[in-house]
């Protein structure tokens, strides 16, 4: 855990940008990671360098050749992240945007016939990518329902959809509304049992930033990544696809090079900054292994990230100290269960006689910054299901503190207090 040792999680926290204020607000703590975490100061000071720089990539001068040198280590740095000993790394506009080029390939190029199959957990990025092209390719899409009482799904449900005839199938190794990460490698299993030849791509959005990344076990074809919630910034995403799925024909320049599946001039600083975000991980790692392999450390930093993120859900869902926790607070719920092992530092819930909206403004109002999921085209596939018009969701990271959870436990008894009252 990263409070084992002395002084570690100052350090932490030195490192982020606007780690307890907001410029606008000013003092707050920060649950809203799963909508975007705090961004790296190394990120900040990478993206000015960047930003100033004129020259383009692949031309015969000094600068542009260290461009290239660039580029070319943060996909070995990516690689090293993902624990992908193969296939091919490249960066576009968002990690959306790289979903629907990885699934409508898989889809068009796949071949002739078959269906397609996704969850219903998913975030609407890989649903809708993969409902309009199937129904573009005219594959049958279908739909493997997720658990209302755990916020995921396991492997028997895609085992129960999954045909012979399966060509592409979507997986979301984590919800951004429940919190509820999946057995990827598992659901893999699962579905090369019955379709071997199926593509299948991974929605690893909110997962990303948790750490626990090992793409080889997973067997997949393609795996993307937003930046901006794993420590970076806005503005690009980041995919891997296997080398099968690179081969596929696709969008790229006539006679240009063979499997680039980038379009026009690639921002270098995107590159740059997400190798900041692997050297992060690894520096974090150096104080849980004496290795000095990347890779070694990178898997003790996303150990620690894991235990202590676990430490924080435990003390909000269970309390600290005196304080309750809000499984003891009248009238509160929790989606997918209190005490769920598939959690990743997030706790959806709601609040008996009070609008979710309300609960996120309270909290404001006492420097907690949370969100509100509305039962719309994004969260609409959680919430319908159960009734609900929304829920509030609380997003930690490892940067945050149980002194920090403390302050939201307190804020929260007070809220529910009233709500009780006014009941």
């Not at 360098?49 to 020259?55: K, L, V």
């Not at 919800?175 to 690893?204: E, H, L, N, Q």
């Amino acid at each position: 855990m990263l409070t084992t040792t002395p002084g570690l999680m100052d350090e932490i926290r030195g490192r982020f940008a606007y780690v307890d204020t907001c410029p606008e607000a000013g003092k707050r703590v920060f649950f809203e990671n799963a909508g975007g975490a705090l961004t790296l100061k190394s990120v900040v000071e990478t993206s000015k360098h960047y930003a100033g720089i004129p020259d383009n990539q692949g031309r015969d001068n000094v600068m542009s050749k260290a461009l290239m040198d660039v580029i070319a280590k943060a996909r070995a740095d990516a690689k090293t992240f993902l624990n992908a000993s193969s296939g091919y790394v490249f960066v576009g506009e968002s990690g959306t945007e790289l979903l629907f080029r990885m699934i409508s390939n898989a889809i068009i190029e796949a071949p002739e016939g078959g269906n397609v199959i996704g969850t219903t957990l998913e975030h609407p990025a890989s649903r809708s990518a993969a409902q309009r092209w199937a129904k573009v390719a005219g594959k049958p899409y279908l739909p493997v329902v997720h658990d209302d009482e755990t916020g995921s799904v396991d492997a028997a449900a895609y085992a129960a959809v999954v045909t012979p005839e399966t060509r592409v199938a979507t997986i979301i190794h984590t919800s951004p509304v429940t919190g509820m990460g999946v057995d990827v490698g598992a659901i893999s299993k699962a579905i090369r049992s019955v379709s071997p030849d199926c593509f299948i791509i991974v929605d690893g959005i909110q997962h990303a930033a948790h750490g626990g990344l090992d793409l080889d076990a997973y067997n997949i074809d393609g795996y993307a990544i937003s930046p901006y919630k794993v420590f970076s910034r806005h503005g690009y995403g980041v995919a891997w696809i296997s080398d099968r799925l690179q081969a596929l024909p696709h969008d790229s320049l006539i006679d240009g090079p063979e499997g680039n599946w980038e379009l026009g001039t690639r921002d270098t600083g995107s590159y740059a900054t997400f190798s900041d975000v692997v050297d992060y991980f690894e520096w974090v790692g150096t104080h849980f292994t004496d290795s000095s392999d990347k890779r070694t450390r990178i898997e003790a930093a996303g150990k620690a990230i894991h235990a202590h993120e676990q430490a924080l859900t435990h003390a909000m869902l269970h309390g600290k100290d005196n304080l309750p926790g809000l499984a003891d607070m009248d009238g509160v719920t929790i989606l997918g269960g209190i005490d769920n092992p598939r959690r990743e530092g997030l706790v959806a819930m709601t609040v008996e006689g009070m609008d979710a909206g309300e609960v996120v403004a309270r909290l404001a109002d006492q420097g907690i910054r949370t969100h509100i999921r509305k039962n719309d085209h994004y969260s609409g596939n959680i919430l319908t299901p159960l009734g609900l018009p929304a829920c509030i969701r609380v997003s930690m990271c490892h940067y945050n503190t149980e002194v920090e959870v403390a302050q939201f436990l307190t804020a929260m008894r007070e809220i529910t207090e009233d709500a009780r009252a006014a009941a």
